[in-house]
């Protein structure tokens, strides 16, 4: 097992192991003063885990309570939020009580925020059950629901009092789900770390993902306690995710996450390439990387359109943008870039 130490306006752990679900109820109990955990889950993860949690919480002399809800990005929305809060309520949760997020993304967003705001803040503990949650949602404080105009528009920072990462809830993801985290995992690589990508590029990191997952997440505590609150330096996890954002958007949201990310980093590499910003060998080498963990590189959606759905993002500051540039193998970089701009990136992106 490994921990990685967060310093942030609240202080916790990562721990990243085997087997560790059933440590929960031990480490929230010498953690907490709270006796009741409402653990937190969907209609995907809950039937695979939900017992195994809620007996070492309820060993530890927990009582617990649970909220289920349907799986997928569509429930993350106010009106579970709200179900969620008045549930809260109804089982009569305190302050020194405890949340528990046992899921993906969606999940730890939600729960995050709800304990973000019930009862003005209450203790939230983060079990991330995919490679992406792993890797990114559930490490830094960001909660968040969407709004009708788009992802995560309402939200708080609130970190939470632990991350338990159990690897082996990641070996019942579809491989398609995995590979979603993966497309993370390569971001990390390109941001800033030249020896991670090495490492995914010579060994296959699935069977054993360990030493990669702890990997990633010291990277993120690195830029979380940096810029807590993402007006600089953390805003580089965006690699990919300008664009990426805008893909998700023309799919209606069909395209899942981590595929709309492996196709904005390939286009804002190709992009800064044509810019004289990176070297040219960056953009196969990232394609190569891409098509191994099974992700895609391409997109079907035109200039005109990507440009629209990608300016009604809400990274951007008035009349600019901020876009992370690749620039070389395993580096990149903060840039303002004029929304007028904008387009000429997604036009050289696009290769047209
Ligand atoms: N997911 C990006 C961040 O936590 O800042």
């Not at 309570?65 to 990005?73: H, L, N, Q």
């Not at 997020?101 to 730890?108: D, E, I, M, Q, S």
């Not at 105009?149 to 632990?162: D, E, I």
Request: charged share 20%; aromatic share 6%; hydrophobic share 40%.
């Amino acid at each position: 097992m490994r921990t990685v130490s967060v310093k942030a306006s609240r202080s916790y752990e990562v721990k990243i192991g085997r087997d560790l679900l059933k440590t929960v109820g031990a480490e929230a109990a010498s953690l907490l003063k709270g006796r009741t955990a409402a653990i937190v889950s969907d209609s995907n993860v809950a039937p695979l885990y939900l017992e195994q949690t809620k007996a070492s919480l309820e060993s530890a002399g927990f009582r617990t309570c649970s909220f289920v809800f349907p799986a997928g990005e569509g429930s993350k929305n106010g009106q579970t939020y709200l179900n969620l809060l008045e549930f809260l309520a109804e089982h009569q949760i305190t302050r020194s009580d405890t949340l528990v997020a046992l899921g993906g993304g969606v999940v730890g967003d939600l729960t995050g925020f709800a304990a973000a705001t019930f009862l003005r803040g209450v203790a939230f503990i983060q079990i991330p059950t995919t490679l992406l949650a792993a890797v990114d949602a559930s490490v830094g404080g960001k909660t968040a629901i969407d709004l009708k105009n788009g992802k995560n528009l309402a939200g708080a920072f609130y970190q939470p009092r632990l991350v338990l990462c159990d690897l082996d809830t990641l070996s019942t993801l579809p491989s398609d789900v995995f590979a979603d985290g993966c497309a993370e995992v390569i971001k990390y690589g390109m941001i800033g770390d030249p020896g991670l990508l090495d490492l995914l590029e010579t060994t296959d990191f699935r069977a054993d993902p360990e030493e990669i997952v702890a990997r990633c997440i010291a990277q993120k505590r690195d830029l979380v306690e940096e810029d807590e609150f993402d007006t600089g330096a953390r805003q580089l996890l965006n690699l990919g995710h300008t664009i990426g954002h805008g893909i998700e958007a023309c799919s209606g949201y069909g395209l899942s996450h981590g595929k709309a990310v492996a196709i904005g980093m390939t286009l804002i590499t190709r992009a800064a390439v044509a810019f004289g910003q990176c070297p040219p060998e960056a953009l196969p080498r990232l394609q190569s990387l891409l098509k191994r963990y099974d992700l895609p590189d391409t997109t079907g959606y035109g200039a005109e359109e990507l440009y629209e759905k990608t300016l009604s993002d809400k990274k951007r500051t008035g009349s600019t943008i901020s876009l992370v540039v690749p620039t070389a193998w395993g580096k990149s970089e903060l840039q303002k870039v004029a929304v007028s701009d904008l387009y000429h990136w997604i036009e050289k992106g696009l290769n047209l």
